[in-house]
């Protein structure tokens, strides 16, 4: 699409919990104005991003949302937003829309970061060049790929984090079975995800033959002092490179496989002296090598899937900005 513009962009990164929305009001800008909005006070993406704007009248808008992407439509699938970019488009006053998964956005932002926005989980940090692979448990477990092409980097999004999980040692293997047995399938959401780590910590006592008060993620991932939420994210953490190193082997991702999400910065210090880049590594051992030359980073930058956005707008849009009137 090619335009003239001189109004700003509208980019968002829409999950299950939380809406995040920014404006790009200067060519190759980061996002600006950037506020996070519940997303259970709105009744869908429209109703959100009207509040969000509060009269702003943007040209064109990327929308990363936690859902797959069909026809330029969505169904989200931990919260009951539902919608179409055509839509939005008519409702919203834009010239465009591009309405993508939200790891499609969050790996589209993947080149633009560095220094303080990573931490590194392993002995390297990316140096780019190479297909990088993202995936991160919050509200729900994403997934996606980014390819380097002629062309420029190529985001390939898909449900990667519905595959089954595979245990590492008997205590997982037990948990799985409990898994299976309450939730009928093994898929790597039910346990890697906020609802998820709350399920395992759960199945952990069930497997020890305890009891106690349910928690919550947000309890889990702040106690340093309970012994079972330190094992829970600790098996949490285990489950989880098992999960990347199989990810880092399905996308050739030698550039390195990036860790987001809303769940592992608060608990950074434990993901960095737990199992996962040891369970990263176990596989078969004609593949240890190449994994171990794979670096594993921790994304700690705040909306880094707000820059993805924009930067697929760069990919969609030939435009020139004017001066506003």
């Known amino acids: 699409m090619q335009a003239t513009i001189n109004r700003p962009l509208l980019v968002a990164d829409i999950g299950g919990t939380n809406a995040r929305f920014g404006l790009i009001e200067s060519p190759g800008a980061a996002p600006s104005r950037v506020r996070v909005l519940a997303g259970c006070d709105y009744n869908g993406l429209t109703e959100a991003a009207l509040s969000y704007l509060d009269g702003v009248r943007p040209a064109a808008a990327c929308l990363a949302v936690a859902a797959p992407i069909t026809g330029g439509r969505f169904k989200m699938n931990n919260a009951p937003w539902a919608g179409s970019a055509a839509q939005i488009q008519v409702d919203l006053g834009l010239d465009h829309v591009e309405l993508i998964n939200d790891f499609e956005a969050l790996a589209l932002s993947l080149p633009s970061l560095h220094g303080p926005d990573i931490v590194a989980i392993g002995p390297d ?17 994403g997934a996606a790929a980014l390819v380097p092409t002629a062309r420029g980097w190529l985001p390939v999004a898909g449900e990667g984090g519905h595959v089954d999980l595979s245990p590492g040692n008997d205590l997982e293997v037990e948990v799985m079975r409990l898994l299976r047995a309450e939730c009928d399938s093994g898929g790597a959401e039910l346990l890697l995800s906020g609802a998820g780590l709350a399920r395992l910590h759960r199945l952990l006592g069930l497997v020890q033959g305890l009891r106690s008060e349910p928690l919550t993620a947000a309890d889990i991932c702040a106690s340093r002092s309970d012994p079972r939420c330190l094992e829970t994210v600790g098996v949490f953490c285990a489950f989880l490179g098992s999960f990347a190193g199989n990810a880092a082997l399905t996308m050739g991702a030698r550039g390195g496989v990036f860790l987001g999400g809303g769940i592992l910065p608060r608990i950074a210090d434990l993901l960095e002296v737990s199992t996962f880049r040891r369970r990263f590594e176990d596989k078969a051992p004609q593949v240890s090598d190449y994994l171990a030359a794979i670096p594993t980073v921790l994304i700690v930058a705040p909306t880094p899937a707000l820059a993805g956005a924009a930067a697929k707008l760069d990919q969609t849009l030939e435009y020139a900005w004017t001066p506003s009137n």
């Open 125 to 141: 940090l990316p140096t780019g060049g190479a297909p990088m692979a993202v995936l991160g448990p919050g509200t729900g477990l």
